[in-house]
Nanobody, 123 residues
Framework: VQLQASGGGLVQAGDSLRLSCAAS????????MAWFRQAPGKEREFVAA???????NYADSVRGRFTISRDKGKNTVYLQMNSLKPEDTAVYYC??????????????????WGQGTQVTVSS
């Protein structure tokens, strides 16, 4: 499975942004997908995940502000980010794991990774 992330950019605090992750390859639409992020000088951290059946999982820091969704027909997963804060600044990565798996938060569960897209939120 190949993943292509897009949609990052420079926004102001309080703005919204939507990231996209287009997946290609065998049974892409039936794999759990997740977003992680890595800020400068910090470890990569979990943001949100969605499984093949639409069940979702969020980090506490983004719950209520971010929404993960998927369009199976387009093999694309989205991350709608509202009420952005400067601390959301990071490179955002999408990732996928095996077929019909759960939407976990563990980085080690995901086997395929996209190239990352930069999100910068100014104060």
């Amino acid at each position: 499975v190949q993943l292509q992330a897009s949609g990052g950019g420079l926004v102001q605090a309080g703005d919204s942004l939507r990231l996209s992750c287009a997946a290609s390859g065998r049974s892409a639409s039936d794999r759990s997908m997740a977003w992680f992020r890595q800020a400068p000088g910090k470890e990569r951290e979990f943001v949100a995940a969605i499984n093949w059946n639409g069940d979702t999982n969020y980090a506490d820091s983004v719950r209520g502000r971010f929404t993960i969704s998927r369009d199976k027909g387009k093999n694309t997963v989205y991350l709608q980010m509202n009420s952005l804060k400067p601390e959301d600044t990071a490179v955002y990565y999408c990732a996928s794991r095996n077929l019909y798996s759960s939407a976990t938060y563990s980085e080690g569960d995901y086997t395929n990774w996209g190239q990352g897209t930069q999100v910068t939120v100014s104060s």
